[in-house]
């Protein structure tokens, strides 16, 4: 497989499907904000010791990849002239959002109840899980201002907000983990 092939280096670059478009289309922004959040969450997954949460955002990274490849694929040749749909792997469905939505309620079994707003920090893998955080809400702001002028599946965006809102319990759920105190926001009194 050649790594370069020169046919981007005038600014296009091709959908699955073969549509060319500018490389700073809202699609390939969409799904070039997902590849940026999966890059975090490889390091987010590479600073945590605990199996069971590196084994858990491997999984995830593999669905962003799938989300990257449907969000890439281009609405108006998704099928191919047999009838086939052009991207032959499995989709993002309702069963991954409801994954998700099971592993919060069980990371918030254990977590103190909140109070205040919290700031990201208290300990460099909390800090890197919210990070990992306000990428997935930038992919999310893309995928919307996407979907205004195209086709998107619906799930990917359901998919996006409720990981980050997993993301944002994670980072709770590591604060405890490493024994750091969580930073609430406490606005100073004029």
Known sequence: MKIYTKTGD???TSLFGGSRVLKNNLRIESYGTI???NAHIGFLRDSITKNSLKKELFNIQNQLFTLGAMLATNPVKQQLKNG???LNIPKINIQDVVYLEHQIDKFNEDLPKMTHFILPGGHPIVSSCHIARTI????ERRIVALQQESTVE???ITYTNRLSDYLFVLARKLSTIQQAKEIFWVPKKQ
């Open 10 to 12: 005038k600014g296009l």
């Open 35 to 37: 590849d940026e959040l």
């Open 84 to 86: 086939k749909d052009r």
């Open 136 to 139: 997935c809400r930038r992919a």
């Open 154 to 156: 619906e799930v990917i």
